[in-house]
């Protein structure tokens, strides 16, 4: 933004200001009414005809936009992606203990993605891995539901739960 003695236009529009609201005057005019309010004249719209300025606390307007950003920054939650792998040969006790991270996982508000990775000769049961990966979502299904079906990557299986609403 340009302020003060960096707006060379000769007229602009000045708003938000008493007596003058929206009205087109000299530059030199609207700095001499900023510096006897000990003010800054900010030009807000570069691009109008005539360019658009408003007389204020310059400061305190750069504080104001750091506090509402920061305010904004507060307000947004970044969602995580947590990996569980699994494999083929799982047993019974460990599935529900990688069930019972993802349901912790999801309940935290982030998504996890589920994979199997196939090693050596297991890639050919392919389809045994989908029904792990389908079991998987069954006993995560109260907490957080498939984004989309399990998809083959190579030689992996992958698919990601994201928390119900």
């Known amino acids: 933004m340009q302020i003060n003695g960096e707006i060379k236009d000769e007229k602009i529009r000045l708003v938000g200001f008493k007596d003058l609201e929206d009205s087109v005057i000299p530059t030199a005019k609207a700095m001499e009414l900023a510096e006897k309010n000990n003010l800054d004249l900010v030009k807000i719209a570069p691009n109008a005809t005539p360019p658009v300025c408003r007389i204020i606390d310059y400061g305190k307007f750069c504080f104001e936009q750091t506090k509402k950003e920061r305010e ?23 599935l529900i203990t990688k069930v019972k991270n993802a349901i912790k996982f999801l309940k935290a ?16 049961h392919t389809k045994l891995g989908e029904n792990l990966l389908q079991q998987f979502a069954e006993k995560c299904s109260e907490h957080g539901a498939p984004e989309r079906v399990p998809k083959a990557e190579g030689r992996s299986i992958i698919m990601f739960l994201s928390g119900k609403r």
């Open 72 to 94: 904004s920054k507060k307000k947004q939650k970044t969602v995580e992606v947590k990996e569980i792998r699994l494999s083929l040969s799982i047993d019974a006790s460990d």
């Open 109 to 124: 508000g982030n998504k996890v993605k589920v994979s199997i990775r196939f090693r050596g000769r297991e890639v050919v």
